[in-house]
């Protein structure tokens, strides 16, 4: 068999239907051995794969070690991946909890493949494969165990499953997996998030099971990545907010948009690729400083963005040190008048309320006359401002020896 795949139109019509797994032995008969392009049988993404993995692996009945990464690797790899692992805690906890009446793993990679978590189940004597697969450190990638859904991931950034014998080697065709992407906010694979099964298929969709976890993960990874950008958080409907379903911005100090979360995307387009474009009044009809005033409302209120699509937002600084401007606005004094909430269908772009512009242009002038407002609210007792602000008395003394400077 050459590299080159012949055309897939001289392979034989189907004339029954056939099971998955009939499917898939007749696609690696077709590629493997006749040299066709199998499409049809099975998925875009698994033909793919097995390209890619002809170039590097001849014999698909190789035994493939699943060695873990070298100690000095495994340990820099964590330390890089403190905040994806952080982020995902809480929700790795919550789906092993609703997979707990299964036989199914749940595991992350980093962005190469090399696996960070994975659950430690009791059925793993009696699953051979992912008894020796499943562990930390083991580098999990395309290149080194071939087909599977986490390695296409990695190698595409794109969500995908990969069932029995789409696995390119013989010795994972027992082995089920959906896996998808969490991108992290400068928009590159920031690490994978995997669901298998070893023995079966499983008895749920588990790609929308593990796609809604991943954007769960990539959401709260954004958040907390954000340094000092002005969190938007926003939907045409305010009970999709906090859920994952809801759209994420990220607004820099120079009033462009930073970062934008999937659902956002679709809200208000892609962003454009040079930084210069994207400025937030054009993209979303709001200003930096309206945006601002928004951030003095604990609940979701009402807008109305560039397209006219009327949405619900909810707007949140933090600062690059952690302090939390949200708490800290509701005890401080402060000139900028508030935003006004009105319907978005009786609202356009261009009657937003008459209030005086806030003076801070940027969000760091923002910042701190926010810190210097809520030191004198609190008379210069430094205690109480870092307590109302969230943070220590250090972080507020290295604050002001910043201002100063």
């Not at 690696?28 to 390209?51: D, K, N, T, Y």
């Not at 409302?297 to 909810?314: C, N």
């Not at 009786?346 to 209030?355: G, V, Y």
Request: contains cysteine.
């Amino acid at each position: 068999m050459t590299h080159a795949l012949r055309s897939g139109a001289h392979a034989p019509r189907q004339l029954f239907s056939t099971t998955p797994a009939q499917r898939v032995a007749m696609a690696r008969q077709q590629f493997f051995e006749e040299g066709l392009r199998p499409s049809g049988l099975v998925g875009e993404a698994v033909i793919q794969s097995w390209m890619r993995c002809r170039r590097t692996h001849a014999d698909t009945r190789h035994p493939v070690a699943f060695d873990a990464v070298t100690p000095s690797r495994l340990h820099a790899t964590l330390g890089r991946n403190r905040e994806l692992l952080a982020a995902a805690q809480a929700d790795l906890q919550a789906m092993e909890a609703a997979l707990a009446g299964t036989d199914c793993r749940v595991l992350l990679t980093d962005g190469d493949g090399v696996m960070l978590h994975v659950t430690h189940h009791p059925m793993a004597p009696r699953q051979p494969v992912l008894h020796r697969t499943a562990r930390v450190g083991v580098n999990i990638a395309e290149h080194v165990v071939g087909t599977t859904a986490p390695g296409i991931v990695a190698s595409t950034g794109q969500a995908c499953t990969v069932s029995g014998a789409e696995h390119y080697f013989e010795v994972l065709h027992e082995v089920h997996c959906a896996a998808a992407p969490i991108r992290d906010v400068h928009g590159r694979l920031a690490g994978v998030l995997d669901l298998s099964v070893e023995g079966q298929r499983f008895g749920f969709d588990a790609g929308s099971m593990v796609g809604l976890y991943a954007t769960t993960i990539e959401n709260r990874l954004l958040q907390a990545q954000s340094g000092a950008h002005l969190v938007l958080r926003f939907q045409a409907s305010p009970a999709l907010l906090g859920t994952p379903l809801e759209a994420l911005a990220g607004i820099a100090a120079d009033g462009t948009v930073a970062w934008l979360n999937d659902a956002g995307a679709r809200l208000i387009g892609r962003l454009p690729a040079q930084a210069g474009e994207r400025r937030v009044d054009e993209l979303l009809g709001h200003d930096l400083p309206s945006l601002l005033r928004l951030g003095r409302r604990e609940a979701a209120q009402p807008i109305r963005l560039a397209s006219g699509l009327g949405v619900w937002m909810q707007a949140r600084l933090r600062a690059a040190d952690g302090i939390d401007f949200r708490h800290a606005v509701a005890a401080a004094p402060t000139s900028c008048a508030p935003a006004a909430a009105h319907d978005p269908a009786q609202s356009n772009t261009d009657d937003e309320p008459m209030n005086p512009p806030c003076s801070a242009e940027t969000l760091r002038e923002h910042s701190r006359k926010l810190v210097a407002e809520t030191l004198d609210a609190h008379g210069g007792n430094v205690s109480r401002a870092a307590r109302q602000l969230g943070i220590s008395r250090g972080t507020l003394y290295r604050r002001l020896r910043g201002m100063e400077s």
